[in-house]
């Protein structure tokens, strides 16, 4: 079987302490097992600490659900020149509780096994205070501001604590009122409005945390961030093997041990008749001016000769012939696979002779991505590394779907893969696995139209096939 933890990843020590700052220790002989999620569509990152509770900390220490729990971790070997030497080090993730579940007392009630539930401390901040202002400015500035004025300078004095926050330019100034939001919440509203400056090929904005800092800025710039390090990803590609292919796979990649799939998962793979309703293949803006008395229509389609710059698979999910027959085929009146309103009072074009909001840019390919990447939706275990983040791209070599003895790459899923979920998985004995659940928005190539099935089908894969036995020559 696949060595699921050949960096020994472990945690050194978990401390907890108080939230004056005082009566610090360790629980690390109290500690089983610990899982760490990050998601792009999440804000914070997240946690849930199992422990083994033979000293009764609710009552001695005594524990309150105001502590603060800080995990430290390394990686204390290396096999590979493509990780940070920083990896020997100590790092540290420092979580407030947000609450303490499934607790079990043993028969003879001489200790107690519960589960801790943590988030990232700046969470703190975003649950006692709300965002209630006017802004005028790039939706990126504003979405900063109240970063450092809403979390980071109250998480900085509190517990010494700073996060870097990663922004990408919109398409101009915009005046925006805040409607009482959470911080957080607030900036997922700028998110949700936000129109990028290069608003032909990006436009789906998000914000999350991962062990990086926080991130303001579309998937498209993270799938750009990608495709410019094509080469390496694939050097440094992701592959499904077998137990019974462990001892044969890459001899001449020692490094190899680090980047296999030992199990995948498929979540979602067809959503034929939801893409539709949902408007993947075609979806409507309608935009109602209240000030000009008059609306403006903007058709989004799924075009099957032509893939957007930023893709992940540049071939569609679906047949020509499928992608046609689905879409509206009626011209000239209000009906399509989606309709969306909005109402506004906004001039329809600004000084610079751009559309205010700007909404008609995004809304529609953002509708349609959204689709594409729920078609592809797969979880894959590989050996644990801290290293892997929510919005990393990765190449993934994924093998056919059949009980055949045969089995090769499977041509149209394997590829460029998004993470959207991490979640890291320690526990006791030098046990630790990570778990990614990975999206794309397209095939590797593209369909066949005729089945392989047919014997004067000339090849299958790389094998070519005897057109009379219909077996690989």
Known sequence: MANLNPLELKIA???????????????????????????????????????????????????????????????????????????????????????????????????????????????????????????????????????????????????????NFYKEKSVKVRQVVIPNLRPFQAIQWLAKHAVSADYNNKFLYLFFENFDGFYFTTIQSLIQNGLENSQTLIQNQYQYVSDAELARVNDNDPNQELRLITNVVNNKRFSSIEKIAGGYYQNELFEISMLQKAYNSTNTELNSASTDQYSLGKNPLNTPEYITYVKNQIDGTEYSNRIRYIINNYEDFDADNRSQPDYRLKFGPATKYLHALNQIDLSITVPA???????????CVLPENHGFSLIEPDKYISGMFIISEVKHILGTGNRAATTLRIYKDGYLNALYEDSLYNTNAPSRGRKVINPVTGNPQ
């Open 385 to 395: 590394n801290m290293e892997l983040n929510a919005g990393d791209v990765i190449y």
């Open 13 to 163: 020590d978990i401390k907890i302490k108080k939230f004056n700052g005082n009566d610090e220790m360790s629980i690390m002989p109290q500690f089983i097992e610990m899982a760490i999620f990050q998601s792009i569509f999440e804000p914070v990152i997240k946690a849930e600490l199992l422990l083994n509770d033979n000293i009764g900390l609710f009552v001695n220490y005594p524990f309150t659900g105001e502590e603060v729990v800080t995990v430290y971790y390394q990686h204390i070997s290396s096999t590979s020149n493509d990780y940070n030497s920083n990896r020997f080090l100590y790092q540290q993730i420092q979580f407030i509780i947000k609450g303490v579940r499934d607790i079990i007392v043993s028969d003879r009630a001489r200790s107690t096994m519960y589960t801790i539930d943590l988030t990232s401390v700046e969470f703190l901040q975003n649950v006692r205070k709300y965002v209630s202002h006017a802004y005028n400015e790039l939706f990126e500035d504003a979405a900063e501001k109240i970063y450092d004025e809403y979390i980071l300078q109250d998480t900085e004095t509190k517990f010494k604590k700073t996060k």
